[in-house]
Each structure stands twice: as structure tokens, then as C-alpha cells.
């Protein structure tokens, strides 16, 4: 019996050692694979990586060359705006290459959508906004004459709240930088060679995004010395360039344009990374473009009155509105993120991006004026119109009325206010008309009214 027990014991041992030996040589070939694994995520992060770097070269490069691939240029840097090349038509059959939107550039805009989302819930109106009555007393308190004579018409303005710049573009080609508060013209920028369409503020005001009748958009860097060089020549675009709006992380940029296409640019580098079309196959083209506060949602309008909806990361069209009578000529989104306001021939029309609704309409002019602009203020407390004057309105909700507080007349003489937009905390209005001055209103005895020429 204990020769039985013993060899019975000796063979469990056996056993026993032979499965510890198992053990250990499953646990080294299991490390061993998850190494291989963490490796190989390592090599395939780093290629990946390396990808988008040689795309983002790639792209330059042919930016380089226009003979052969002729959709871009770097402009030789000359001050304060000269021209900086000249304006080479395109070849119609040229190649376009786009790297597309790669998934470091959608996580980027997404972290942003994230974060101002966030911020949008807690945020308050600001103390410092200027009160309806205050509104009601605004009258013109300036009047700048800008552009040039012989071509008169301020078409589009910008304003830099933080520094308090306003940009202006005109009939006349130019685009001027002005500081409000000193009255000083800082800059003129001269290259394009018709008509400026659309002028746009990047960040702290170190860049200028200006669009233009002559297909092309331009990139406009500031100097130590107070000089815009044009930086950026981009030409992705057959037609005039209609709009240019700025992506809130101040990194992208998107034209729209009468070929039927929207670009999305790379700032840094002024590469379009993606030229998207109507997949619908419609050859309306745009006419305006805005994106929404949170960044993930662009709207445009088109000249067939219709308002598109575009995700930006899919780039595909999630929604459209109709009704309007005419261009779209104007498209603003709610600093609330919940309304947008379209303008066009027949007045302005105000979206609820909640329900994809239309929930209430203005006719301010009659059948033969056209609504020219449309724009909220910074902080969504106040909308303005523009046609054959510029008229205020409360922001309210859905169900209630939006009550008019303010009517500015024309004092251009034209019949025709192009575009306007609310100063910081709404303390005065900026209004661009189809004559060369720019005017400024806001609380009487502000500021002197200069004499206009």
C-alpha cells in the first residue's frame, strides 16, 4: 500500500511540474505577443503620422509648381499689400489633388466642438452689453471714407472685437484695416484685381482672409512693423469667390464660390485640403457661408435660394432649407447655437437648427430691394438687417416677436446698405453702403463725425 501511495505521489508531482513548465511558456509567448503588439501600434501610429506629414508636403509642393499642378501660390512677400503676383488664369484642365481631412484634423475639430459647447451652457449674457435703451438713442456718431472714388461701394466689413479693427472690402479691389479708436487707417491691401467679396479677422487680428471676384482668395500675414504681406494666393476656384469664414479653433478656413464648390483650408500652410460639390449634382453656385459657433456644422447659401447644412467632418449635406425668393445673400448663426438667420431678395428668414424649422420671417423692403445682410451680435441679444437701411431687432424665443428697436436710415444716398455688424458688447454698429464710406453709430457725442468726401 505504501509503494501504491508513493508511486501515486510521484506521478501527481510529475504532473504537476509539467504544468507549471506549460504555464511559464504560455505566460513568455503571451508577453512576447503583446510586445509584438505594442510595437507594432507604435509603427503604425508613427507611419501614420509620417503619412500625413508627406501629404501635407505633397500638397505644398504642388502649390509650388502652378505649371503642373497651378490650383495655389505662394506669394513672394511684398508690404503692406502690393501685388504680390499676378493673376495667372488657371488651365482648365488642371489637376487638382487634395489630401482630404485626416482623422487628427475631425479629433481636433471635435475637442473644440466638445469645449465650446460646454462653455455655451454656462455662459452669461455679459454686463457690459449695451441695453436696448441705449440702442434706441443710436445715431451716426462717424463716417470714414475708405475706398476709392472712381469705384465706390464698401461690400463687406469685419470687426476685430478684441483690438477693435474693422476691415472693409470695396468695388475698387482694395481691402482697408481700420482702428477704430485712434481713427487711423493702419493698412490698404492691393492685389486683387476686381471686386473684394468677403473680408475675415483670424485669431488676434495676425491674419486677414480676403475673397474676391477675380476666383481667388488671399492670405494676408501682419508684420512688427504694421504691414499686411500677402502670404497666400489659393486658386482651388473657377468662379468668383463669394464667402470666406474662419473655423473657431482659427486653424481652418472655408471659401464657397459661384463654381458650385466650398474649400477647407489648413491656415498654416494655406493648403486645401478638401473641395466639396453638391452631391445632388446641382451647378447652383454659393453665394454665402458661415460656420456654426461650435465648428462641427457649415451653412451656406446658394444662388437658387436654397440654404445647405454641410457636417463638416463627413462633409455630406445633412439638411436644406427653402422658401427664399432669390440669392441667398447673407447667412448668420446664433451665438446660442440654436438659431440661424438667412437673408436674401425677399428679406430674412430665421431657422430653428433644433427642429430644421422656419419659425419666423422679415419683409422689411418692398418687392424691388433685396435684404443685402443679415447679423447677429456676439452675444445673441440682437440681430441687425440690412437692405435700403439697417434695422435692429431683439433676439427673443420661438413664440415670441423679435420687436424692432432701431431703423437707421441710407445717409449714403445710394438706397443700398451692403453690410453691417454689431461692435464689441454691441457698443456701436458698423454699416458698409454702395458709396466709399463706412459709418459708425452708436451713443451720441462718442466720437466726432468727420466730414464726408
Request: glycine content about 6%.
Amino acid at each position: 500500500m505504501l509503494g501504491m501511495f508513493q508511486n501515486e505521489w510521484d506521478g501527481l508531482m510529475l504532473s504537476n511540474f509539467a504544468l507549471e513548465q506549460q504555464l511559464h511558456t504560455a505566460r513568455q509567448e503571451l508577453s512576447h505577443a503583446l510586445y509584438q503588439h505594442d510595437a507594432a501600434c507604435r509603427v503604425i501610429a508613427r507611419l501614420k503620422k509620417e503619412r500625413d506629414e508627406a501629404r501635407s508636403l505633397l500638397a505644398q509642393a504642388e502649390r509650388q509648381f502652378p505649371i503642373s499642378t497651378p490650383n495655389a501660390i505662394t506669394a513672394p512677400v511684398l508690404s503692406n499689400g502690393k501685388r504680390a503676383a499676378e493673376d495667372e488664369e488657371l488651365a482648365p484642365s488642371a489637376k487638382r489633388i487634395h489630401p482630404g481631412i485626416s482623422k487628427i484634423i475631425i479629433d481636433e475639430l471635435t475637442d473644440c466642438n466638445a469645449a465650446l459647447s460646454q462653455q455655451r451652457k454656462k455662459r452669461q449674457i455679459p454686463a457690459t452689453l449695451a441695453p436696448v435703451d441705449a440702442l434706441e438713442t443710436y445715431t451716426q456718431i462717424s463716417s470714414h471714407p475708405f475706398h476709392k472714388t472712381n469705384k465706390q461701394g464698401i461690400i463687406c466689413l469685419d470687426i476685430l472685437y478684441s483690438k477693435d479693427l474693422i476691415a472693409t472690402g470695396g468695388v475698387d479691389t482694395n481691402a482697408v484695416i481700420f482702428d477704430r479708436p485712434s481713427g487711423q487707417i493702419l493698412a490698404t491691401l492691393s492685389g486683387h484685381s476686381k471686386k473684394v467679396t468677403s473680408v475675415k479677422f483670424v485669431a488676434q487680428g495676425d491674419s486677414l482672409l480676403t475673397s474676391s471676384a477675380d476666383k481667388t482668395v488671399r492670405l494676408w500675414q501682419g508684420s512688427d512693423d504694421g504691414n499686411y504681406n500677402c502670404r497666400h494666393i489659393l486658386r482651388d476656384h473657377t468662379a468668383e469667390v463669394q464667402a470666406v469664414t474662419v473655423h473657431a479653433t482659427n486653424n481652418y478656413f472655408v471659401t464657397a464660390s459661384l463654381d458650385g464648390t466650398w474649400c477647407f483650408y489648413e491656415l498654416s500652410s494655406g493648403t486645401c485640403l478638401t473641395q466639396v460639390s453638391d452631391p445632388s449634382g446641382s451647378s447652383a453656385g454659393y453665394t454665402a457661408a458661415a460656420f456654426h459657433p461650435d465648428g462641427l456644422i457649415l451653412g451656406t447659401g446658394t444662388t437658387d435660394s436654397i440654404v445647405k447644412i454641410w457636417d463638416v467632418k463627413s462633409q455630406a449635406n445633412v439638411a436644406k432649407f427653402d422658401g427664399h425668393v432669390g440669392h441667398v445673400n447673407a447667412i448668420s448663426f446664433s451665438e446660442n447655437g440654436y438659431y440661424l438667420a438667412t437673408a436674401a431678395h425677399d428679406g430674412v428668414k430665421l431657422w430653428d437648427l433644433r427642429k430644421l424649422k422656419n419659425f419666423r420671417n422679415f419683409a422689411p423692403y418692398d418687392s424691388e430691394t433685396p435684404t443685402n445682410s443679415v447679423e447677429f451680435d456676439h452675444s445673441g441679444s440682437y440681430i441687425a438687417i440690412a437692405g435700403s437701411d439697417v434695422r435692429i431687432h431683439q433676439v427673443a424665443n420661438v413664440k415670441s416677436e423679435w420687436n424692432i428697436i432701431k431703423t437707421f436710415p441710407d445717409l449714403s444716398g445710394t438706397g443700398k446698405a451692403t453690410c453691417v455688424k454689431f461692435g464689441p458688447d454691441s457698443k456701436y454698429v458698423a454699416v458698409g453702403s454702395m458709396d466709399r464710406n463706412l459709418r459708425i453709430f452708436g451713443l451720441p457725442g462718442e466720437d466726432d463725425v468727420p466730414a464726408e468726401s
